[in-house]
């Protein structure tokens, strides 16, 4: 099939060449240009593991296209993904969608002939009928038809999500389209994805109801860590023996910093938002955004505990800066709170990420991006394991720490409390 993808960020673009992988025909366009220029020289504008190869080798066999050239690659395609950013507006918590507005006006000159636009956008219910009401007042509704099909791949393991999802919703009425839809997802259904037909306001509140309840998962065991903490129980044992019950399953039930990213801080102030509008209180999501700010600060009054209140001139070195491992973004990321507020406080950062030197940083005089974990963590006065890369999982502290005073808060109980203390290293998890 000839796909279009507008809009390669982490979602067109991981789409886009794993629909390449399975054989169709895709052209991935973004108004970037510097962005199109480089994917055509096989350099990956994100960190996404096992995405370059996958780009160079459909590149090399011509299923993948790059271009800035939307109105020949709409023109040319049967299938248009709608694939751009929905980030929370300036002045409130709803979704922006000025960028899929902008699309649906842009691609509604080119269509000559029948096709699917979806968005893979997250974008809150209803924006379909809109997208279908801009296109209509240039073409016949014959000629198009607008469909929801939400994406939920994971940064770090999207290749993996994208390719083995748990289900792949279409929210259409349309039976052509759904066809055509399922046919194009047959490579993943005959792998065991589920495949639900719904209604497109349905398929919209669906993306919108998962990321909202992941995100609950997310904060209930951060609150249940608090709680461990004071009573010495460990919050391990809780989500193991939480999760082990099928009807609440362990994952998302880890305790850590505060949920970021690019889905989950937006997503939960959109719901709000949409909710709001037909006078319905989403509480339980209002308490989990409250909660979810509150984190930040939580872990900050821990780190103060731990320097026993001696902010000031102290060497706080983080590993791992961005909101979860294996990718590089940075969007509301929980350090971006948290390192700005320990510098104010007077201490000195030093931080390591696999991804590199982070532009949020760069203002500040006090925070140094160091070349590899040793550099970083040498001097300091408390190591701070923020992300959980596979290259924290086994530091030789013991070896690696020159400062021999030094403290270790690990915010993603990657290493044992029993073994460190063993160690004789001075060592502090979350909810233990
Ligand atoms: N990042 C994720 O993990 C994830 C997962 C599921 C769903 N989503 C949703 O998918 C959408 C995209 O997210 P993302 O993280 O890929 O965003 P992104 O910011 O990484 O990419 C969006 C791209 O769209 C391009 N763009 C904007 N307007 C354009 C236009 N008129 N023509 C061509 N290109 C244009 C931008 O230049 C950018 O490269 C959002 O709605 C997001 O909520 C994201």
Not at 100 to 129: C, H, L, Q, W
Not at 173 to 186: E, F, G, M, T, V
Not at 379 to 394: A, C, M, V, Y
């Amino acid at each position: 099939m000839k796909l279009c993808m507008i809009g390669t960020g982490y979602v067109g673009l991981v789409s886009g060449v794993c629909f390449s992988d399975f054989g169709n025909d895709v052209i991935c366009v973004d108004r970037d240009l510097n962005k199109i220029k480089n994917l055509k020289k096989g350099i990956i504008p994100i960190y996404e593991p096992g995405l370059e190869e996958l780009v160079i080798k459909n590149y090399k066999n011509g299923r993948l296209k790059f271009s800035t050239d939307l109105k020949m690659s709409v023109s040319r395609s049967d299938i248009i993904f709608i694939c751009v950013g929905t980030p929370t507006k300036k002045k409130s918590n709803a979704a922006d969608l000025s960028q899929v507005y902008n699309v649906a006006k842009e691609i509604r000159n080119s269509i000559s002939k029948f096709k699917i636009i979806i968005t893979k956008s997250t974008v809150p219910v209803m924006t379909g009928d809109e997208i279908e009401k801009i296109i209509s007042q240039k073409k016949t509704k014959k000629l198009f038809s607008v469909v929801s099909n939400p994406e939920f791949l994971r940064e770090g393991e999207a290749i993996r999500d994208f390719s083995y999802p748990d289900r792949v919703v279409i929210g259409t009425a349309d039976r052509r389209a759904n066809q055509i839809l399922k046919n194009l997802y047959s490579p993943l259904i005959s792998k065991g994805a589920k495949y639900i037909n719904t209604s497109r306001r349905a398929a919209e509140l669906i993306k919108y109801a998962s990321n909202a309840f992941l995100a609950t998962k997310i904060t209930f065991i951060n609150e249940i860590a608090n709680l461990c903490e004071k009573i010495n129980v460990n919050v391990e044992d809780i989500s193991i023996g939480m999760g082990l019950d099928k009807r609440i399953g362990g994952r998302f039930l880890r305790a850590g910093p505060a949920y970021g990213g690019s889905c989950f801080p937006k997503d939960t102030k959109a719901i709000i938002t949409t909710a709001n509008q037909y006078d319905i209180n989403l509480s339980v999501i209002k308490s989990v955004i409250k909660s979810n700010k509150n984190r930040s600060s939580i872990l900050l009054k821990r780190v103060s505990e731990i320097l026993k209140g001696k902010i000031k001139n102290k060497k706080i070195c983080f590993l791992g800066v961005t909101f979860k491992a294996n990718t590089d973004d940075m969007r509301d990321s929980s350090t971006l709170l948290m390192i700005p507020s320990l510098i104010k406080k007077g201490a000195k950062v030093n931080y390591y990420d696999p991804t590199g030197l982070k532009r949020e940083f760069v203002k500040y005089k006090n925070v140094i991006c160091s070349k590899d974990i040793k550099s970083a963590i040498a001097e300091s006065d408390l190591i701070i394991i923020h992300t959980e890369w596979n290259d924290f999982k086994s530091i030789n502290f013991k070896l690696l720490v020159k400062n021999k005073k030094s403290i270790i808060f690990d915010m993603r109980n990657i290493y044992s409390s029993i073994k460190m203390k063993k160690l004789n290293i001075n060592y502090f998890g979350v909810g233990r």
